[in-house]
DNA sequence: CCATGTGTATTGTTGTATTGATACACATGG
DNA sequence: CCATGTGTATCAATACAACAATACACATGG
């Protein structure tokens, strides 16, 4: 994996090292991140978002406890063989309930028609793809 | 309104004053809280929720610059006559990107199917009401 | 008039989250 | 062997959120 995968963003008020975390844990439950992969060093992910390394460090270190990824001494973090790959779909998609449930929330509040909201997301889901 | 109408959940990592003021504005952008309506006071809403009457203060004063809500001394706190009463819904479908871009770039790293996410999204949308 | 109800300013304290700077232990590979 | 590369333990700085306890200015309504 190359450190410029990591889509950073210092300004959000979403932490960075959790932004890194979360996005890891995705891209190995999809399994585009296999067991055994490499990823970028603390260093080198540090440098290309001018980032403080320890802030890397603590995202991977989440990562290990979480049993996704392994230490390799002296060589660095790769996907756990443990980790299962590519989980069924009914898991990942448990993964996004919590964000879909505020969604959810939120657009009941707004009084905004099922049919509106689920044609913009219906765009925006095009749209990366 | 009514204290008990507010849904606060003091265990989220979203904060309590932020939790008020994003639901306070939701409401009013969709008329459940038409202009003129009062609010319940700051000491009933930390009464009914067991939190800070100064956290509750907050959020109404923020909410106050943002111009939907006037300060009726002595009275309370009610939507402001100049908070247009229920915006378009393309401007309250606006109010929603920001998470719907989030849910889907989620979505696309954990590579699930749109048609899969689209149809939970649709329960979770029916549930509520 | 005055008790009672508004919201708010103030000050201080507590707990926590986030990020950073530095130094360290360790393994690899020429 | 040792320069170079790993990750990380440790301590500090900062910011934020919430609470607590007052005190205040003001308007309402009996």
Same mark, same amino acid.
């Given at each position: 994996?190359? *450190?410029?995968? =990591? +889509?950073?963003? %210092?300004? $959000?008020?979403?932490?960075?090292? @959790?932004?890194?975390?979360?996005?890891?844990?995705?891209?190995? $439950?999809? $399994?585009?991140? #296999? #067991?055994?992969?490499?990823?970028?060093?603390?260093?080198?992910? $540090?440098? *290309?978002?001018?980032?403080?390394?320890? +802030?890397?460090?603590?995202?991977?270190?989440? =990562?290990?406890?979480?049993?996704?990824?392994? @230490?390799?001494?002296? +060589?660095?973090?790769?996907? !756990? !063989?443990? *980790? @299962?790959?590519?989980?069924? &779909?009914?898991?990942?998609?448990?993964?996004?309930? %919590? /964000?879909?449930?505020?969604? *959810? @929330?939120?657009?009941? &509040?707004?009084?905004? %028609?099922?049919?509106?909201?689920?044609? /913009?997301?219906?765009?925006? =889901?095009?749209?990366? +793809?």
């Amino acid at each position: 994996m190359d *450190a410029s995968q =990591l +889509t950073i963003n %210092p300004g $959000a008020s979403e932490p960075i090292y @959790r932004q890194i975390v979360e996005q890891v844990r995705r891209m190995i $439950a999809s $399994a585009q991140l #296999p #067991p055994g992969d490499l990823l970028p060093s603390v260093r080198e992910v $540090a440098g *290309a978002h001018a980032i403080n390394p320890m +802030t890397v460090s603590r995202a991977y270190s989440l =990562l290990e406890s979480e049993g996704l990824l392994e @230490r390799l001494r002296g +060589t660095g973090m790769a996907v !756990a !063989a443990q *980790a @299962r790959r590519a989980r069924p &779909e009914s898991e990942r998609l448990a993964l996004l309930d %919590p /964000r879909m449930q505020d969604l *959810a @929330r939120a657009a009941r &509040e707004l009084e905004l %028609p099922a049919s509106r909201v689920l044609r /913009r997301l219906g765009q925006l =889901l095009e749209d990366g +793809t």
